[in-house]
């Protein structure tokens, strides 16, 4: 099973992969990469989830994950499905120059 | 760890939800043999009866207090009160877009199937206290909205504004998730009412990790009701997604995130009340102030509704703020109001519009009134409600919401509610001013006078009259809703 590694850590490393993904959602202009970030947010909650619930010595967060990773899967098939309309539609998927509403 | 099977009598209780998962499966395989567009009509047809009989089964659920599925679920005049709200809505969102989906071309099977699937998400997100389910409804909301967003395919600004909700969605559900992943962490609950017991039992609780987490939960929901400053999303999302869909989002959508929203926190999180309460009190302030003040500078009616949703949105705050679940109750009565109000005015949206264009400027309202006098007037009712003028409903809520925040001495709130809808009722007005002291410039074309436009804006008007002119009868069924907080 896991080492000793404390609890802290688990909890601080998805902490820096959240605020990572989050960074990159803010800073990044491809559609997919920011996608990506928002995915890696996701497993940076999945983390936290799986940590707690073994520390806690509950199923309930395992459980959450699972859930989880079938809605990102879910949201990654309808995303990329638009990211593939917009392509179409504008030949880019930089979302700077997707930019025809605003005001 | 022992396993308990639920009870097969469980399923009776979420027959709503079957029906509506039924029906949408059943439009989802017609969609997908064939394409004419007479079997899209019947689609839409067989939708609207579909919601009917679902609203009939839904209200047998009244008085019914029950968690069922061993506390995934749970039956409650809360969440039936709101189920209720999103099959209304849904019921006139599928009569204006058996007319409209016509038009635009989007009217196919699984246009109504993803309404359907779209309330059915609505439902479990409000009547279940249990993070797992309220996150898995969430997300069938969402994921049929950024479809629907998109159904206008070869329009750019339609695909726009679905890439822009499910981007900015996304990155909220994974603020949403952050914050209840948090909170697990530091109590090992997913469960809304035993994260009440267990905060009441170890009082005083403050681990970091959970008070970090209530702000993510803020957040996240923030994102969903459309709040400043995670409002971002709104004004674009409501002017490119098809108008039928701007009117569904701006009702529905909204709804449920507060029922969820006022689920969370009016249960588990009381006892933190001062600490949250005075981060709502900021957000309430300026979302009303932005979403008011920037809704002046808009020409395009749309965008203008999205903003004065906005500042609804801030209004229904200023409730919420308070914390009292006695007064919790015209947070209810609002959101029923504000769903009437808003579909009315989308739908004279809809009508001024043609195949392929809004027609949302505000100079093709100018003249509206000699043109075609009966859709004016519906407007005006729609816009005077929106601007809070008594006899109308908008007024009453209005008036409860604000004498909630007097009642718990949150005068400062309401001073501000009060200037704000003053501000509000200029751009309101504004509309009214070009619909009759304008004169209409150039040739307008005609106007779609199907008798389905005309059914949605007399329920609409008619609600408005009657629950603004006898609203007791509406507040008692809120009061009820509310009451399983006491």
């Known amino acids: ?103 | 760890m022992d396993v308990a099977i639920p009870a097969s009598s469980d399923f009776n209780w979420i027959l709503p939800e079957i029906m509506l998962t039924a029906w949408a499966l059943l439009f989802l395989l017609i969609g997908g043999l064939t394409r004419r567009a007479s079997t899209s009509k019947a689609c839409g047809i067989m939708c609207f009866i579909g919601t009917l009989i679902t609203i009939f089964y839904t209200l047998r659920l009244w008085g019914a207090n029950l968690d069922i599925f061993n506390g995934l679920y749970t039956i409650d005049d809360y969440g039936t009160f709101f189920k209720l709200i999103f099959l209304i809505v849904l019921a006139l969102v599928t009569l204006v877009s058996l007319r409209y989906a016509d038009r635009e071309e989007i009217g196919s099977g699984e246009y109504y199937a993803l309404l359907m699937f779209g309330v059915l998400g609505m439902m479990v997100m409000t009547s279940s206290h249990h993070f797992i389910s309220i996150f898995i409804g969430l997300e069938v909301m969402s994921l049929s909205i950024y479809v629907l967003c998109g159904l206008l395919k070869g329009n750019i600004r339609s695909v726009e504004a679905s890439l822009k909700y499910f981007l900015l969605g996304a990155f909220a559900t994974a603020f949403l998730l952050y914050g209840m992943a948090m909170i697990y962490g530091s109590t090992g609950i997913i469960d809304v009412v035993e994260l009440k017991k267990f905060i009441l039992a170890k009082q005083p609780f403050s681990a970091t990790m959970f008070v970090i987490g209530i702000g993510f939960l803020i957040v996240g929901f923030g994102f969903k009701i459309a709040s400043v400053p995670f409002h971002m999303w709104t004004p674009d999302v409501y002017q490119g997604a098809p108008t039928s869909i701007t009117a569904y989002m701006a009702t529905g959508v909204k709804a449920a995130a507060f029922g969820a929203l006022i689920r969370v926190f009016y249960t588990a999180l009381i006892p933190f009340l001062p600490g949250w309460s005075e981060i709502v009190w900021f957000i309430a302030v300026i979302t009303m102030c932005v979403g008011n003040i920037t809704a002046l500078a808009q020409r395009d009616i749309k965008r203008m509704l999205a903003y004065s949703s906005i500042a609804h949105a801030g209004y229904i705050l200023i409730a919420f703020t308070t914390g009292d679940r006695e007064l919790a109750s015209s947070m209810l009565y609002y959101l029923m109001v504000y769903s009437f109000m808003n579909i009315g005015a989308f739908t004279v949206v809809i009508m001024l519009g043609r195949k392929g264009e809004d027609n949302s400027d505000l100079d093709s309202y100018a003249g509206l009134g000699a043109r075609h006098p009966f859709i004016a007037l519906c407007m005006s009712i729609f816009l005077l409600s929106l601007a809070g003028i008594p006899p109308l409903a908008g007024f009453i809520g209005k008036f409860y919401v604000l004498s909630a925040a007097v009642k718990a001495q949150y005068y400062w709130l309401a001073v501000i509610g009060v200037l704000n809808s003053v501000v509000a009722a200029f751009y309101y007005l504004r509309v009214m001013m070009y619909m009759y002291f304008k004169e209409s410039a150039g040739d307008q074309g005609t106007i779609d006078k199907a008798p389905q436009y005309g059914l949605v804006m007399l329920v609409c008007v008619w609600a408005l009259l009657h629950m603004g002119i006898f609203p007791k009868t509406f507040l008692l069924i809120a009061q009820k809703a509310i009451s399983i907080f006491g």
């Open chain 1, 1 to 103: 099973m896991l080492p000793d590694i404390p609890q802290n850590l688990y909890y601080l490393l998805g902490a820096v992969l959240f605020t990572i993904g989050a960074v990159g959602v803010i800073t990044r202009r491809n559609a997919i990469i920011i996608f990506m970030c928002i995915e890696l947010m996701l497993n940076a909650v999945n983390l936290t989830f799986i940590a707690s619930g073994k520390f806690l010595n509950s199923l309930d967060g395992t459980i959450f994950v699972i859930f989880i990773m079938a809605v990102a899967a879910a949201e990654a098939a309808v995303g990329l499905a638009i990211f593939v309309l917009i392509f179409r539609s504008k030949g880019t998927i930089n979302v700077d120059d997707i930019n025809l509403l605003k005001g």
